[in-house]
């Protein structure tokens, strides 16, 4: 399955426009499996560098992850301040205790405007947004998370770090040769 809608300046984005790779990674905040993500997505960002932009859309799954709906609220309150990854980091950092208690202790603790966070967050101001990854994603055929593409194109193997790398420096080889 390919990506249905292309990145654009409306998505998280990590990394230079021009990089030879764009990973997007659909993720849930509370999902298990994207915490176990979390340091192998860290970790290629890493290796590759400026060859690599990430982008990142939320994907809750609200029927089996309770907190996830009003975490990516979060992340987008934090977006709406400047610091989206800051916020995104924390969130994995801290993926068991998501409750909105502990959503308000980590915007406090990355220097957010906690209250304006709470009114965002009560006044659903971000629920669009997050819904609106959450289509796209569904569009193109998200069914769980994390689920990754690779400039554009999905990618069904395992995410350890050395599948997907090997799998993304592939990707950029590919489009390197005409």
């Known amino acids: 399955m390919n990506l249905k809608t292309p990145v654009s300046d409306h998505d998280h984005t990590v990394g230079p426009v021009d990089a030879p790779i764009t990973l997007v990674e659909y993720g849930d905040y509370e999902c298990p499996y994207c915490g176990r993500a979390f340091p192998i997505i860290q970790d290629i ?56 208690d502990a959503l308000l202790a980590g915007a406090r603790e990355i220097g957010l405007d906690v209250e304006r966070v709470r009114r965002e967050l009560a006044d659903g101001t971000h629920r669009a947004r997050v819904r ?12 769980g998370t994390p689920t ?31």
């Open 132 to 143: 609106k990854d959450f289509s796209t994603g569904i569009r193109s055929g998200v069914n």
């Open 45 to 100: 960002r890493r290796r590759l560098s400026d060859r690599l932009r990430f982008v990142f859309r939320n994907f809750p799954l609200t029927r089996i992850h309770e907190h996830a709906e009003h975490a990516a609220e979060v992340a987008e309150a934090a977006a709406a301040q400047g610091q989206f990854w800051p916020m995104h980091d924390w969130l994995f950092r801290h993926q068991p205790t998501l409750d909105d």
């Open 148 to 178: 990754f593409y690779i400039n554009g194109v999905r990618h069904d193997a395992d995410y350890d770090t050395a599948t997907l790398l090997a799998t993304i420096e592939q990707a950029g080889l590919a489009q390197a040769t005409p």
